[in-house]
């Protein structure tokens, strides 16, 4: 997996990529790739997304 804080760019390839939480798309030179990242359980965890919409699918903007 990349590193969520790493550029996603075309140097990527789709098994390396991330995938998005919402659709499934595998998220590769995405130029609307959004990502939300938290802290859970002392762990960081991250969440990518192809576009807005997807994201806002997911957790409804918050």
Not at 8 to 37: F, K, L, Q, W, Y
Not at 48 to 62: S, V
């Amino acid at each position: 997996m990349v590193d969520p804080t790493s550029d996603i760019g075309e140097d990527v390839s789709e098994d390396d990529a991330p995938v998005c939480e919402t659709c499934g798309d595998v998220v590769v030179n995405e130029p609307d790739h959004r990502v939300i990242t938290w802290i859970e359980d002392e762990t960081v965890q991250s969440a990518h997304f192809c576009d807005e919409t997807c994201r806002m699918d997911w957790d409804g903007g918050r």
